[in-house]
């Protein structure tokens, strides 16, 4: 079963307008920490953001935001007034604090269309 | 301050050939992760270390593939022979903590490989 699970495989959206990417993740621990990295069509992988489990506030970084909900195991990420610079393939990821894992979504590739 | 550096960043060889990887993790880091990224696959670990000690090999894909860690600041990984169905995106990554406290793995520009 996966343990992340990114249901859009891609997305396309015109410039200015709002998206959400989803994301969905399991686990049975009880301390975890999850992640969204950016990777641009020039192939490195970027940090975006780390939340553990235990802080469910939501956060705002520009335009950037991330909602964590534990009832539903989901932490979607939503860019604002999206750019064609945000076109790129983000993930989601998890890793639990018992484990030796780094658990890496599918992968949702955005694309901003100017 | 530097990143994780890679090298080399693009690598062709002729399946059968030994294939070197290297990786620098960012100074002061404790872990040391590599990724091969594939479109069938996705990003897959393929082995971590902790201080320098390979803590787990289970994603490594065959008795083909090995990594080192001789010290804190270079890591390789090494793919001898090489087949056609090697070819891949290799990443290394490097972070402050892993498990407990866990902390963000940074990662390199990667090293695009193709097995001919």
């Known amino acids: 079963a996966q343990k992340v699970t990114q249901a859009q495989t891609e997305i396309s959206v015109v410039e200015k307008e709002d998206v959400t990417l989803d994301c969905v993740y399991e686990?049975?621990?009880?301390?975890?920490?999850l992640f969204w990295y950016k990777q641009p069509p020039s192939g490195e992988l970027v940090f975006l953001i780390r939340?553990?489990?235990?802080?469910?506030q939501n956060e705002i970084s520009g335009r950037y935001s991330w909602n964590f909900q534990k009832s539903t195991s989901s932490f979607n990420f939503t860019i604002t007034a999206s750019q064609v610079v945000d076109s790129a393939v983000y993930f989601c990821?998890?890793?639990?604090?018992?484990?030796?894992?780094?658990?890496f979504g599918t992968g949702t590739s955005l694309t901003v269309i100017p | 301050d530097a990143g994780v550096i890679q090298s080399p960043r693009h690598e062709v060889t002729e399946m059968g050939q030994e294939v070197t990887l290297r990786c620098k993790p960012i100074s002061g880091h404790d872990y040391l992760f590599w990724y091969r990224q594939t479109m069938m696959r996705g990003l897959e670990l393929l082995i971590y270390?902790?201080?320098?000690?390979?803590?787990?090999d289970s994603g490594m894909p065959e008795d083909r593939f090995s990594a080192k860690m001789p010290n804190a600041s270079f890591s390789t990984l090494k793919i001898q022979p090489s087949e056609p169905r090697d070819s891949a995106v290799y990443f290394c990554a490097s972070s402050l903590a892993f498990g407990t406290n866990n902390q963000p793995q940074h990662f390199g520009d990667g090293t695009r490989l193709s097995i001919l």
């Open positions: 939340r553990n489990s235990f802080d469910e």
């Open positions: 990821a998890l890793s639990e604090a018992a484990g030796n894992q780094f658990y």
């Open positions: 686990t049975r621990d009880t301390t975890y920490y």
């Open positions: 270390f902790n201080n320098n000690v390979p803590i787990d």
